[in-house]
């Protein structure tokens, strides 16, 4: 997992740093080339990048996305949508940059 290596005060940081966001099956996290302003991590559901209708991958539990809000001026590569089961109150955390 992304975090593995961090500390328990680097995480709280970076919790204290975002948000917890719920999206029903179906729904958009964000659509391909929009602005990138955030950094995504699933806490719970399934998540598909998607170019067009052509699915690129399955994303799950632990697994993170939007990683191009690192970079500055970045335009989203894919879509990010929500498949499968609704995310649930734990959703998807999301901290902007």
């Not at 948000?19 to 995504?40: L, M, N, R």
């Amino acid at each position: 997992m992304i975090l593995a290596a961090l500390t328990k005060d680097q995480i709280q940081e970076i919790a204290n740093s975002g948000e917890i966001k719920e999206y029903s099956k179906g729904t958009a996290v964000y659509s391909q080339d929009e602005e990138a302003s955030a950094f995504y991590i699933i806490m719970e559901g399934i998540v598909a990048l998607m170019t067009g209708s052509y699915e690129i991958k399955k994303l799950v539990k632990g697994d993170w996305f939007g990683e191009e809000a690192l970079y500055e001026d970045t335009k989203r590569r894919y879509t990010a949508k929500c498949i499968g089961t609704n995310v649930s109150n734990e959703g998807i955390f999301s901290f902007g940059l």
